[in-house]
């Protein structure tokens, strides 16, 4: 494919395009939320590859198709058809995905993510790894795994794992959808792009000016002479001339108005105690809420989830996608992925029978296996993620 020539045909899954010194990438699939597929992943890895060494690329845009999602996850349903056909389709998607996440964490050129509509599990793997991270009036925003009996990977462990614990661990165990203004005030955006902002930078980026005259502030804009040098240089060119567009604090998150009771009932020592504390303010409709929510919850990955976030804040971000990588592959093999897909997509009864029916029924030893990797010292299939 020549880079050059404009978008690939509409019926691709993924598009790309170079457009004014932008490397652009627009998920193709609006019918299914743009939620990402194995073959989409790995095209977005041979071109972010071949975009690095490209001249003509100098900062990589990726959005989604159409105005309800950037990207609503992975396709689930067709992990749940390789793991429910014994095949291993499933294993080797995650791999794909992690090492597609990992060189979006660490990618040398600055990319910028616009999170217009819902952003949820893989979408938030593809985005949180941005230089940018552009949220919206319409973005909403959650990792929902302990729903379908899986837990917050993509990274989750180490960009949950930035936030402050018990934001963390209320996002990751309740799988809550955030809008734009917590999104902002939890640190998992940039700024906030309000009205008709995403359309008029999408202008401003088709006109952009390389040799750094976007701005009236030429000193932070022009830190390299006239024309901008290296990849630092780039960003901070993109970054003086996007951030006025939009608000880098939301003033009236919902999430710090009730940040004092948040904290109070999400630093428990576990999850039970975390259910226990809710239980005991239950009259208060926020945390009746919490607790309506975690009761969809499997119990299993509830466990996991918690024991997985805490290790993920001492894991350098290579090591947190290799621990992900084993949960994984216990979820699959011994946990509740297959009953909670049939349950929420499959049969949509939203009556799974989870494999422990009870937090209570959870024994300590089932939480600690997840983490032990079904793969020999050195054999691990991300071992060399981070070598390069």
Not at 209 to 230: I, K, V
Request: hydrophobic share 45%; glycine share 10%.
């Amino acid at each position: 494919m020549n880079l050059h020539d404009g978008a690939i045909e509409a019926q691709d899954e993924v598009l790309f395009d170079v457009i004014n010194g932008f490397g652009v990438i627009t998920l193709n699939r609006p019918k299914a939320l743009n939620a990402i597929t194995h073959r989409m992943v790995r095209a977005m890895w041979r071109q972010l590859k071949a975009w690095v060494d490209d001249p003509a690329v100098r900062a990589v845009w990726i959005e989604g198709a159409g105005e309800k999602a950037f990207c609503a996850g992975g396709d689930v349903r067709a992990l749940y058809e390789s793991r429910l056909n014994n095949l291993d389709e499933h294993q080797a998607f995650f791999v794909d995905e992690y090492r597609l996440d990992y060189l979006i964490h660490r990618y040398p050129k600055p990319y910028i993510a616009l999170l217009d509509g819902i952003v949820m599990g893989g979408g938030m793997g593809v985005a949180q790894g941005a230089a940018l991270r552009i949220v919206t009036d319409r973005t909403r925003l959650a990792m929902p795994e302990t729903g379908i009996g899986l837990f917050p990977d993509v990274g989750a462990s180490w960009f949950l794992g930035h936030l402050a614990p018990t934001l963390a661990r209320y996002l990751g165990l309740s799988g809550a959808t955030v809008t734009a203004a917590d999104a902002l005030y939890c640190g998992l955006a940039d700024v906030w792009l309000e009205g008709d902002a995403p359309a008029r930078l999408r202008e401003m980026l088709s006109q952009f000016d390389w040799n750094g005259n976007n701005t009236t502030n030429s000193t932070e804009t022009r830190s390299a002479g006239h024309h901008l040098a290296g990849a630092a240089d780039v960003l901070a060119s993109l970054r003086a001339a996007i951030l006025p567009m939009g608000r880098t604090w939301a003033d009236a998150a919902p999430l710090a108005g009730v940040r004092a009771t948040l904290d109070r009932h999400f630093s428990a020592i576990d999850v039970p105690g975390v259910v226990a504390s809710l239980e005991a303010d239950a009259q208060t409709p926020w945390a009746a809420e919490t607790l309506g929510l975690l009761a969809q919850r499997s119990p299993l990955s509830l466990c996991v989830t918690d024991r997985q976030l805490q290790r993920g804040r001492r894991l350098d971000l290579a090591d947190a996608f290799r621990m992900e990588l084993v949960l994984g592959y216990h979820a699959f093999a011994t946990g509740d992925f297959v009953e909670g897909v049939r349950a929420l997509l499959i049969d949509k009864d939203k009556q799974p029978r989870w494999r422990f029916a009870t937090l209570a029924d959870v024994p300590v030893a089932q939480v600690e296996a997840f983490f032990l990797s079904p793969w020999a010292q050195g054999e691990h299939p991300l071992n060399a993620l981070g070598g390069d």
